[in-house]
Each structure stands twice: as structure tokens, then as C-alpha cells.
């Protein structure tokens, strides 16, 4: 399987809003865990040195060579190209961060990750949010969909129950609606876009989004634990 690759390169250095999905999803996180899409590894260096059991699955080759030569030294970290459905092993967490809208059957793929998590365990999924922003971007990278947050309520999903449902990342929406209408020739969000986004907007943001109590934003974050 190939995807597109420039938008990975271009959010790889996106460091201040790596570090602040990382400051809301930790506590959920579990030293025996999974990341699914784990791309180019941009969102594994904030977590690589603090589990004990990690294993991170991608399906184009091309980032799954990168990912080998990236963590090649820590042996903590196992890396492979399997479906969550064929991994023959379970975890106590699993995380999918901007993957699950690339997935075509997304709710089977909800369900086979729950399959694979022990009793008490976590599922965490972060996916872009809003149906009416679907554009070229999404298109260019193979995204199926953008989320509206009912999705995840309406759904019954196998043997779980939902523990947190937000939004976040209030400025990006407004920067991203913008986007769109200024730069309608644009695919990709040039490297100097991110960097201003992550750089200036990421921490105001974080204070916003905190003050409107995560009711609105770009992306949805739902976590679920297993039964």
C-alpha cells in the first residue's frame, strides 16, 4: 500500500502540537501498546523512551523503512506492517491518531482494534472533524471522510464504553476554513503554514480550547475503554 507523503513531511516538525496531543492522551497510554499508522514517526518520538512494550504497524513501505531505521536502537519498540485484525496479541492501549479516516470500513476497524485490547484498556482516536471541510486536501491524501462527534455516540461499538468525546485545536478550524477559501489552488499547507500554526496558533489554542471546554475544533478526540 502507498499513501501520499509530502503532508507527513510537511507536519513531521509540528512539534509544540505533537507535544500537546501528547499532554491530553498520556494518561491513557499503557506500557504495553499499540500505535496504528504510526507514518513517518512524528507522534512516536514524544512517547519512544517511556513504555516498556511498544509496537507501531504502517502500511506503506517506503515510511515502514523509515520507522525501521528511526527506533532500529530501541528495543523496546517492534515495528510491522500487519493489520490490527491479524496481530496475534493484545494490548492495553491502542491509539490511531489521524489513520482512521484513511480506512474505508473505519467501524470494522473500531471493532478489530477492541478485539485486541485487554479488559480496562483504552482506545484512543484522534480524526479530523467537521464533514462540511472535506476538500482537496483530504481527497489528495486519501481521507474517506471527515468526522462529525455523533458518529462516535450513535455507533454501538463491540464491548466498550465512551470515557471522553471533545473537540480540539478551536484555531485551526477558522485557519483552516480560511485556507480553503483564500488558497483555493493549494493541496498541501506549505512547511511556513505549519510552523505559524504550530508555533503561534498551537498555543493559543491550547489556553481556548481549555476556556471553551473542547466544544469546538478541527479535530475530535474519542477515547474508549474496553469492558
Request: proline share 2%; with cysteine; glycine share 4%.
Amino acid at each position: 500500500m502507498k499513501y501520499p507523503g509530502q503532508e507527513l513531511e510537511n507536519f513531521d516538525n509540528a512539534s509544540v502540537w505533537n507535544k500537546y496531543i501528547y499532554s491530553l492522551l498520556k494518561k491513557y497510554l499503557r506500557n504495553n501498546m499499540l500505535e496504528v499508522g504510526a507514518g513517518i514517526g512524528s507522534f512516536t518520538k514524544n512517547y519512544e523512551k517511556k513504555f516498556s512494550e511498544i509496537m507501531i504497524t504502517e502500511a506503506d513501505q517506503e515510511n515502514l523503512s523509515r520507522l525501521k531505521n528511526k527506533f532500529s536502537n530501541n528495543n523496546n519498540i517492534s515495528i510491522s506492517n500487519s493489520l490490527v485484525k491479524d496481530i496475534n496479541k493484545k494490548f492495553d492501549s491502542i491509539i490511531y491518531l489521524n489513520v482512521l479516516e484513511h480506512i474505508e470500513n473505519d467501524i470494522d476497524e473500531i471493532n478489530s482494534a477492541l478485539d485486541k485490547i485487554n479488559s480496562n484498556g483504552y482506545l484512543v482516536l484522534l480524526v479530523p472533524a467537521h464533514s462540511k471541510l472535506y476538500g482537496k486536501f483530504d481527497k489528495a491524501i486519501g481521507h474517506y471522510r471527515r468526522y462529525e462527534i455523533n458518529f462516535f455516540t450513535k455507533v454501538k461499538f463491540n464491548n466498550s464504553k465512551l470515557i471522553d468525546l471533545c473537540y480540539l485545536d478551536c484555531f485551526g478550524y477558522f485557519l483552516y476554513r480560511a485556507n480553503q477559501m483564500i488558497f483555493k489552488k493549494e493541496t498541501y499547507p506549505s512547511k511556513i503554514k505549519i510552523f505559524i500554526w504550530d508555533k503561534l496558533f498551537v498555543p493559543l489554542t491550547v489556553l481556548f480550547d481549555f476556556a471553551f471546554r473542547y466544544k469546538f475544533g478541527k479535530n475530535i478526540m474519542c477515547i474508549m475503554q474496553k469492558k
